[in-house]
């Protein structure tokens, strides 16, 4: 199972997500898309939900804080407690076993950013 999780500022626009998510490594296969859940009412998220037809994981801060990211921004990390909203959630909602196909992706006005987590799921011994 694949997730896109998306830290976004607040003005951010639906070209913003849909250019982090590319960036990101894109939408193919993809089972859901995540945010915190302070955002995953936020209309340009719920747009780009929408018009690739995903359901929408909402991760609690708490959670994001528990996760390693690969990428360490400082402001983030002393806002949210991890290095990265979007590996964090991706990470997430993806669940246990996950891992990132790649660190976060940023959109050209920096508004926001985008990381996939993969969970591949156990075939037996």
Do not use: Q, Y
């Not at 626009?13 to 894109?26: F, I, T, Y």
């Not at 936020?42 to 690739?52: D, R, S, T, W």
Request: hydrophobic share 55%; net charge neutral.
């Amino acid at each position: 199972m694949k997730v896109a999780g998306f830290g976004f500022r607040r003005a951010a626009e639906l070209a913003s997500l849909r250019e982090a998510l590319a960036a990101a490594g894109g939408a193919e296969g993809l089972a859901a898309l995540a945010t915190l859940e302070e955002k995953a009412n936020a209309p340009a998220f719920l747009a780009l939900a929408k018009e690739l037809g995903l359901p929408v994981a909402a991760v609690s801060a708490d959670a994001a804080a528990r996760i390693v990211t690969l990428t360490r921004s400082e402001r983030i990390m002393a806002d949210f407690g991890t290095g990265s909203i979007a590996e964090a959630v991706a990470l997430s909602a993806a669940g246990a076993g996950s891992r990132l196909l790649t660190p976060r992706a940023v959109s050209f006005d920096r508004m926001a950013t985008a990381a996939i987590a993969e969970r591949t799921e156990a075939t037996g011994p």
